[in-house]
């Protein structure tokens, strides 16, 4: 079975992941990043992500994505594609899943 996961556009405020009592809005700010995906894990010993939805949306700096079909207590990271470019300040690394700041 194919599992997919539905993704609306959201909105790029509040910052963080905030339930709106039918599903969950992310937004990340990067200035730099090129693409973000979220990453939901099924449990706290998972050592990879069950799901990995690509955040399409950019307001401002700010990428984002509503999941109708995310409760609260779910357990996500992202991983933020960019340049890696330490002498410009840049360290980015998509093998690295980030929490959320």
């Known amino acids: 079975a ?3 996961m539905r993704v609306w556009p959201g909105t ?3 910052l963080g992941a ?3 009592g039918r599903g969950v ?3 990340l700010f990067s200035e730099n990043a ?3 995906e979220l990453c939901l894990f099924p449990s706290v010993e998972a050592t990879a992500e069950s799901v990995r939805v690509e955040l399409y949306e950019r307001t401002d700096e700010v990428w984002h994505g509503y999941l109708p079909d995310v409760r609260p ?3 996500y990271g992202y991983r933020v594609h960019g340049p890696y470019a330490p002498h410009e300040g840049h360290r980015f690394n998509a093998q690295k899943v980030l929490l959320d700041p």
Request: charged share 15%; no cysteine; glycine share 6%.
């Open 12 to 14: 790029s405020y509040p």
């Open 18 to 20: 905030t339930w709106d």
């Open 73 to 75: 207590g779910q357990l």
């Open 25 to 27: 809005n992310f937004a």
């Open 34 to 36: 090129e693409r973000v």
């Open 2 to 4: 194919v599992f997919s």
